[in-house]
């Protein structure tokens, strides 16, 4: 380490500066590619997000009636718990945030800090457990919102930036490309991520997701990580699109109601495809009618292959639960179905949930905690 040391000292001088030299914009008459007029414009919109409350903490062998007999809740207590992630402005008039819900989940306090340095406290105006998106509201002064983009425009191999607050060390910006669309990871009970390899990385949760307009195209929301919670290139954010659905109902009413038709769909597989005509993963096809649903009453039957909902192509039976869950009660949903390899047209009035539910499958597992995975980094704090 002495003979490096004294290397570079003999180098150094050796180095000569020039004095107030602009950096070239140009090479051979070529502008230099840069993001940072896009940036510029786009990064007042993105703020830190930081959290304090009090999670309580019981020992695992109080699972256990025996122990829990003796011992009661005399062994758990409530110990202070912080965090931080980040969020981005959507509506600058009305001061609204938007971020995950797993950053603010048991948050009892909540501060947003701007790019410029300003902190608020913030107020949840409504989340969505299901889709990992809440609304905040902090005072509208003096803010810049972020515009959205399209997110149902996306192709594999655009060109994307991250930005957010990683391990808390303030503001940073990652670029990359999508890398896959609609990925159902098993993360939450909605999904249709978008998958890319711009970095993200823990306190990124919340933040932007954006094109090279300096568009809204997504938040950043999970990892796929190794044992350490480091980054593998492989990143999941919420589609604008699906978020724009939650904001409109959490604006409107302080939370979401999501309807249901009424109806279970899986994949479709190569046997029902190669008999409807159609590709394996050219639709949805219906497996069960719930007696008094919506769908029945529309006239949906068993065996139905969905190939469009509201002129949107339907590839996996997860496209259909995603496209429905945005949709609102009483909302007309218009299905584009193949039965008996004929084209049909169905319009289903979207119903509340309930009767509308199919009942879980005999001896179906229960559902496992995304906490139980070991390499899923959520709530990335």
């Known amino acids: ?17 020039p004095v107030n030299a602009a950096l070239p914009t140009e090479v051979n008459g070529q502008q230099l590619p840069s993001l940072s007029s896009m940036l510029e414009r786009v990064t007042p919109a993105v703020v830190n997000i930081s959290t304090e409350g009090r999670q309580n903490t019981t020992p695992a062998m109080l ?11 005399s062994l758990s207590s409530e110990n202070p718990m912080s965090g931080t992630g980040s969020g981005v402005i959507i509506h600058a008039q009305l001061g609204h945030v938007l971020t ?94 978008i998958q890319t390899d711009a970095p993200i990385n823990l306190g990124n949760s919340g933040g932007p997701l954006v094109n090279l307009r300096g568009e809204l195209i997504g938040i950043n929301t999970a990892i796929l990580g190794d044992q350490s919670g480091g980054n593998l290139g492989i990143g999941f954010a919420v589609p604008i699109n699906t978020a724009a659905g939650v904001i409109t109902q959490i604006v409107q009413h302080g939370h979401v109601e999501r309807g249901q038709l009424g109806l279970e769909v899986q994949d479709l597989d190569s046997e029902s495809a190669r008999n409807a005509g159609i590709k394996p993963n050219g639709g949805a096809i219906v497996r069960q009618i719930i007696a008094g649903s919506a769908a029945e009453k529309a006239g949906v039957q068993t065996g139905d292959i969905i190939v469009r909902l509201n002129s949107k192509e339907i590839n996996t039976a997860a496209d259909v639960k995603n496209r429905v869950g945005n949709a609102q009660i009483g909302e007309k949903v218009y299905l584009n179905i193949l039965r008996g390899g004929k084209p049909r047209n169905i319009t289903v009035v979207i119903g509340a949930a309930g009767k509308n539910t199919p009942p879980p499958p ?20």
């Open 1 to 17: 380490m002495r003979n490096l040391l004294l290397l570079s000292a003999t180098l150094l001088p050796c180095v000569t500066l």
């Open 63 to 73: 699972n256990d009636p025996f122990f829990k007999r003796f011992f009661g809740d």
């Open 100 to 193: 995950n819900f797993h950053v603010i989940e048991a948050a009892d306090t909540i501060f947003v800090t701007l790019n410029d340095g300003r902190r608020f406290p913030a107020n949840v105006l409504g989340a969505d457990p299901h889709a990992d998106l809440a609304v905040l509201q902090i005072p509208p002064e003096r803010l810049v919102a972020m515009r959205f983009g399209d997110s149902e425009r996306l192709r594999v191999g655009d060109f994307v930036v991250a930005i957010g607050n990683p391990y808390g060390i303030g503001q940073t910006v990652t670029s990359g490309i999508i890398s896959a669309l609609h990925r159902n990871p098993g993360i939450s009970e909605y999904e249709n991520f």
């Open 362 to 381: 005999a001896n179906a597992p229960a559902a496992q905690s995304s906490t139980g995975r070991p390499f899923w980094e959520r709530g990335l704090q």
